[in-house]
């Protein structure tokens, strides 16, 4: 897998990138490629969706028929139905052979489904907060307006996760008061950034975040709730859908064969106990639906048992959020019911909640 992960004594902090310099003296490398897998390790999705992205258009509401979602669909009379308290406990008992902690959120864009999976969890972003860098850099300018060396940096930054390219669009928006001021300007509650500049990695890959956060990120990118253009939202997702192949591991395991996925993964390594944080967060879009999706580990014992974590867990609840029909939902307008029991229902760890339902949002 391209990239190097920089380390830091005593901190936590890291990334991912292909472009990276090597490390300096007194600065320990490790290549992700030469990580130990953890058993059980199921295998990685190889699922690596082609073509550009397009943001859903508004549809128009006619007389009787449901209004559309925040994406701009027509969602479904009734969405597939599933037991939240009993997906939680198909993720404990998933989870329970890997250690760690693991949060994730995910959001049906067109119906308004959400379930959250310890969702007061927060950990560090990793490379996922290139994500937030673009968008607040496009916040204040557009991209046809950026000079070269700007649009350069951005298209190594999110396609091929490149730290130095980060570094310097991080300078350019005002460090982590500018990542702070977008976010919030993004619907980000629960994400802050360490101040200070860059000192490898120690700054944005550290950032503090929520897979709820991360969703509403997603949002923001993916519908018309959001301060940013339409045309801008394209070219972020754009980029997203074009990562490197080795890169597109991750959520990308709970597409469907025809969806089209954009996302943003991160992995860092913690040098007091060589523990792991991997991410993976971003856009599945097909079958009717647009899911944003947000996964974050921490604690993990590699980097592969981190990508298994992620891929096993979006596999469950993709399940779940399709029910019966799996990936033909969406298709012909029929739902179908799922294996997951009745809708509405909450664990422990989880919960859903109903389209129509109010949100904090």
Same mark, same amino acid.
């Given at each position: 897998?391209?990239?190097?992960?920089?380390?830091?004594?005593?901190?936590?902090?890291?990334?991912?990138?292909?472009?990276?310099?090597?490390?300096?003296?007194?600065?320990?490398?490790?290549?992700?490629?030469?990580?130990?897998?953890?058993?059980?390790?199921?295998?990685?999705? &190889?699922?690596?969706?082609?073509?550009?992205?397009?943001?859903?258009?508004?549809?128009?509401?006619?007389?009787?028929?449901?209004?559309?979602s925040a994406s701009?669909?027509?969602?479904?009379?009734?969405?597939?139905?599933?037991?939240?308290?009993?997906?939680?406990?198909?993720?404990?008992?998933?989870?329970?052979?890997?250690?760690?902690?693991?949060?994730?959120?995910?959001?049906?864009?067109?119906?308004?489904?959400?379930?959250?999976?310890?969702?007061?969890?927060r950990l560090p972003?990793?490379?996922?907060?290139?994500?937030?860098?673009?968008?607040?850099?496009?916040?204040?300018?557009?991209?046809?307006?950026?000079?070269?060396?700007?649009?350069?940096?951005?298209?190594?930054?999110?396609?091929?996760?490149?730290?130095?390219?980060?570094?310097?669009?991080?300078?350019?928006?005002?460090?982590?008061? %500018?990542?702070?001021?977008?976010?919030?300007?993004?619907?980000?509650?629960?994400?802050? &950034?360490?101040?200070?500049?860059?000192?490898?990695?120690y700054c944005w890959?550290?950032?503090?975040?929520?897979?709820?956060?991360?969703?509403?990120?997603?949002?923001?990118?993916?519908?018309?709730?959001?301060?940013?253009?339409?045309?801008?939202?394209?070219?972020?997702?754009?980029?997203?859908? *074009?990562? &490197?192949?080795?890169?597109?591991?991750?959520?990308?395991?709970?597409?469907?064969? %025809?969806?089209?996925?954009?996302?943003?993964?991160?992995?860092?390594?913690?040098?007091?106990?060589?523990?792991?944080?991997?991410?993976?967060?971003?856009?599945?879009?097909?079958?009717?639906?647009?899911?944003?999706?947000?996964?974050?580990?921490?604690?993990?014992?590699?980097?592969?048992?981190?990508?298994?974590?992620?891929?096993?867990?979006?596999?469950?609840?993709?399940?779940?959020?399709?029910?019966?029909?799996?990936?033909?939902?969406?298709?012909?307008?029929?739902?179908?019911? %799922?294996?997951?029991?009745?809708?509405?229902? *909450?664990?422990?760890?989880?919960?859903?909640? *109903?389209?129509?339902?109010?949100?904090?949002?």
């Amino acid at each position: 897998m391209a990239g190097a992960v920089i380390l830091v004594a005593a901190a936590q902090v890291g990334g991912c990138g292909v472009h990276r310099d090597p490390s300096p003296v007194g600065l320990s490398s490790v290549t992700p490629s030469s990580t130990p897998q953890v058993a059980p390790t199921p295998p990685m999705s &190889t699922a690596s969706p082609t073509g550009p992205f397009l943001a859903a258009d508004p549809l128009p509401v006619f007389p009787g028929t449901a209004p559309p979602s925040a994406s701009g669909r027509v969602p479904d009379a009734e969405p597939p139905r599933f037991h939240a308290g009993r997906l939680s406990r198909r993720l404990d008992a998933f989870l329970a052979a890997y250690g760690g902690r693991t949060t994730l959120s995910v959001r049906d864009l067109t119906t308004g489904r959400h379930y959250r999976y310890h969702r007061a969890l927060r950990l560090p972003t990793a490379s996922a907060s290139k994500i937030g860098i673009l968008a607040a850099l496009l916040l204040e300018t557009r991209w046809r307006d950026l000079d070269r060396r700007a649009r350069s940096d951005a298209r190594k930054m999110i396609r091929f996760s490149d730290n130095g390219a980060a570094d310097r669009l991080y300078e350019r928006i005002g460090l982590e008061n %500018g990542l702070d001021v977008a976010n919030r300007r993004l619907g980000l509650r629960r994400t802050r &950034t360490p101040g200070g500049r860059c000192v490898n990695l120690y700054c944005w890959g550290i950032t503090q975040t929520t897979a709820e956060d991360q969703t509403r990120l997603v949002r923001a990118l993916a519908t018309d709730r959001s301060p940013l253009e339409p045309a801008t939202r394209r070219r972020v997702l754009g980029l997203m859908e *074009r990562v &490197t192949p080795d890169q597109k591991w991750g959520i990308s395991a709970g597409a469907c064969e %025809g969806d089209r996925v954009a996302l943003k993964n991160g992995w860092l390594r913690h040098v007091a106990n060589g523990r792991w944080v991997v991410v993976s967060a971003g856009l599945i879009r097909g079958h009717g639906h647009d899911y944003a999706v947000a996964v974050l580990t921490g604690d993990g014992l590699s980097m592969g048992a981190g990508i298994a974590k992620i891929e096993g867990v979006v596999e469950r609840v993709m399940a779940a959020f399709r029910g019966g029909l799996g990936c033909r939902a969406g298709e012909g307008g029929e739902s179908g019911e %799922g294996g997951e029991g009745a809708a509405g229902g *909450r664990g422990e760890a989880g919960e859903v909640r *109903r389209a129509g339902t109010a949100d904090e949002d």
